[in-house]
């Protein structure tokens, strides 16, 4: 019992100290945020918006397979699509727009829906 009290006392302590370092990193003119860098590089990291959303269906809206080739298969055919979208948004000169990070992580979920299915285990 003693035990569990120390690890939750390191646990608050630990957090705490993460969630003040991070207000400072926010707060200070020295250090760039997740979202500058982010608005920074937009276009670069565009194909990030379409893993997201691949991510996210994958999570929460995932379908069952009984061979994990399908989803070794499927995670090879999300990887060359968000590849794909990497190296089209290095050579095609555009502006991202809100709806074109929408549309690219609705995509990505729907292809990870259909592509990637998660393997479980049969059971007996």
């Not at 009290?5 to 926010?26: E, N």
Request: glycine share 6%.
């Amino acid at each position: 019992m003693k035990y569990l009290k120390a690890v939750r006392t390191i646990i608050i302590v630990v957090f705490s100290a993460l969630v003040l370092i991070d207000l400072y990193l926010v707060f200070s003119e020295d250090y760039p945020t997740f979202s500058k860098v982010f608005h920074v590089y937009r276009k670069g990291l565009v194909w990030m918006s379409f893993v997201f959303g691949g991510l996210i269906f994958k999570i929460f809206f995932n379908r069952p397979a009984n061979s994990w080739k399908s989803e070794l298969y499927g995670f090879g055919v999300f990887l060359a699509c968000a590849i794909l979208i990497f190296f089209l948004a290095r050579f095609i000169e555009f502006t991202p727009t809100n709806l074109l990070e929408f549309s690219l992580m609705a995509v990505g979920g729907i292809l990870a829906r259909i592509f990637w299915p998660q393997y479980k285990l049969p059971t007996a």
